[in-house]
């Protein structure tokens, strides 16, 4: 996310702040950023949980989302199924690394954990290097 002078976490971090930006109060969200740890958005005396679309919690959340700076490794198995416990609808997960990859084990339980949770995943990867 710092290559490039940074320009990928900026580039997503305006997408995800327009994204929280358009939510309505009846519908609800969670952010959850991760290198070697997944560091979910948990507003202060808040459990770990989705969050309502209010206009409160919009502005505190897009402070949340300038507040994180990239740094360490990519460890994507934990920060999925974080997310997938608090059963939403749909994760929209972010990457710019491709390694390390999931193991067969690990895809196989986010498989079944998403199913369990009617969860559908959208995994966007983006970077430079072509397929």
């Given at each position: 996310m710092n290559g490039f002078g940074g320009g990928p976490l900026r580039a997503a971090k305006s997408e995800l702040k327009r994204s929280i930006e358009s939510l309505s109060e009846a519908q609800q969200f969670q952010i959850i950023f991760?290198?070697?740890d997944a560091k979910p958005f948990v507003p202060a005396?808040?459990?770990?949980?989705?969050?309502t679309?209010?206009?409160?919690?919009?502005?505190?959340?897009?402070?949340?989302?300038?507040?994180?700076?990239?740094?360490?490794?990519?460890?994507?198995?934990?920060?999925?199924?974080?997310a997938l416990r608090m059963g939403p609808d749909v994760i929209f997960f972010l990457t710019d690394a491709r390694v390390p990859r999931l193991t067969a084990n690990q895809l196989a339980d986010v498989k079944r954990l998403a199913e369990r949770a009617g969860t559908s995943i959208h995994a966007i990867e983006f970077g430079t290097e072509s397929w």
């Open positions: 991760y290198n070697d005396g808040s459990p770990l949980a989705l969050l679309g209010d206009k409160s919690m919009r502005r505190r959340a897009s402070a949340y989302v300038d507040s994180v700076r990239a740094f360490g490794g990519t460890e994507h198995y934990g920060a999925l199924k974080m």
